[in-house]
Each structure stands twice: as C-alpha cells, then as structure tokens.
T-cell receptor
Framework: DQQVKQNSPSLSVQEGRISILNCDYT??????FLWYKKYPAEGPTFLIS?????DKNEDGRFTVFLNKSAKHLSLHIVPSQPGDSAVYFC??????????FGGGTRLMVKP | EAQVTQNPRYLITVTGKKLTVTCSQN?????MSWYRQDPGLGLRQIYY???????DKGDVPEGYKVSRKEKRNFPLILESPSPNQTSLYFC???????????????FGPGTRLTVL
C-alpha cells in the first residue's frame, strides 16, 4: 500500500499561469515533506521541503503548503515557465533520512 | 564538482547473468541509498547504508545485494537478474540526519537496466 500518493499522473498548464501539484500521505509519523524535480535522462534534483511543524514554505516561484489534518501537501509554481516542464515527485521522510516517494506527476508548461 | 556517479548508464543483459552497478560520491556523505523507478510507482528504495559496513533493506530488496566497504562507494549487485528487475535505477547520497533538519539527497544520473 502506497504511503505517499500523487493522484494526477500529468498536468498541463499555460505559461505564466499557476501550476498546482498535489500529494496525499497516510503515515502521520512523517516529519519532513519534499518535492523533487526530474528531467529526462537525469537524476531527481531537490526542489523544496517543508517540516511537519509548518504549513507553508516559499522559495521564489515555488511554494509548498502542508495540511496535516488532511494529510495533504501541494506545490504551487507561480508563474509557470516552459523550463518547469518535468516530472515532479513528492516524498516524505520517516526514520533517519529515509524517503518514501509518490508516483510522480508530469508537468507540461505550454508557451 | 560535487556529484554522484553511476556506471553503466545503460545495460542490456540476459536472465541469470550476474551484474554490478557501481555508485560513487565525492561529498563525504555517510548515507547512501539505491532506488528503482517504475511507471506509476515512483522511486522505491532497495537498500540503504548509514555508514561503512552498515547496510539495511529498503522496501524492495529481493534479488539485490549491496556492500559498503568504503565511504564513497556503494555498488548494487544482481546475482541472478530476472526480467522483473528491468527498471531505471538511481543511487543517492546525503549527510546522515543532523537534528531536525532535512539533509538533501543527491541523486546520480540513473542506470537503465533491461533484463531479457
């Protein structure tokens, strides 16, 4: 049973608009949540994180929101750019530095 | 340049022929890990290592072995590969947990393995 789920396998957005990627989790022991970005033929790269004791973290165009009661987090990208087109993985940390990943969402930003 | 390297990047092999995928990092990280990526399943952890000579199973360890004889290297060994091990494999490394901070995991470029 997947503890971290991304229910949208793909998302298409117009350049300049907001992209919202969603993630749900089941394990209340996760203490950190992350977003990783992956381009074809490359390894995932870290994008942004949020501690379970916070509800929002912002870094430039990227903002992650955490709703602990709903066990839901989201990544907002504003404004979206064509270079943001990639696969985005949500992940959660439990014991030590071990990560559990969601299935990924492919974001396509159209010019 | 700080990086995680994997070799080979692409490999096609046949069932039962032992193979090793190497992983090396130059950041003096204690923690190293192997993942496999499959469509719709994201990245699933195979094995991880918290330091030299310390390894443990992840979520999908069956059919794999690892070793950590040196801090910088963490090879993944498939003693008798089978077609269900056809996948995209990633090695990652990070500092071990320091307090409540998140220590970013750095990923290698991936190894695409096909087992016929």
């Amino acid at each position: 049973d997947q503890q971290v789920k991304q229910n949208s396998p793909s998302l298409s957005v117009q350049e300049g608009r907001i992209s919202i990627l969603n993630c749900d989790y089941t394990n209340s022991m996760f203490d950190y949540f992350l977003w990783y970005k992956k381009y074809p033929a490359e390894g995932p790269t870290f994008l942004i994180s949020i501690s379970s004791i916070k509800d929002k973290n912002e870094d430039g165009r990227f903002t992650v929101f955490l709703n602990k009661s709903a066990k839901h987090l989201s990544l907002h990208i504003v404004p979206s750019q064509p270079g943001d087109s990639a696969v985005y993985f949500c992940a959660a940390r439990n014991a030590g530095n071990m990560l559990t990943f969601g299935g990924g969402t492919r974001l396509m930003v159209k010019p | 340049e700080a990086q995680v390297t994997q070799n080979p990047r692409y490999l096609i092999t046949v069932t039962g022929k032992k193979l090793t995928v190497t992983c090396s990092q130059n950041m003096n990280h204690e923690y190293m890990s192997w993942y496999r990526q499959d469509p719709g399943l994201g990245l699933r952890q195979i094995y991880y290592s918290m330091n030299v000579e310390v390894t443990d199973k992840g979520d999908v360890p069956e059919g794999y072995k690892v070793s950590r004889k040196e801090k910088r290297n963490f090879p993944l060994i498939l003693e008798s590969p089978s077609p269900n091990q056809t996948s995209l494999y990633f090695c990652a490394s990070s500092l071990w947990r320091t307090g409540n901070l998140y220590n970013e995991q750095f990923f290698g470029p991936g190894t695409r393995l096909t087992v016929l």
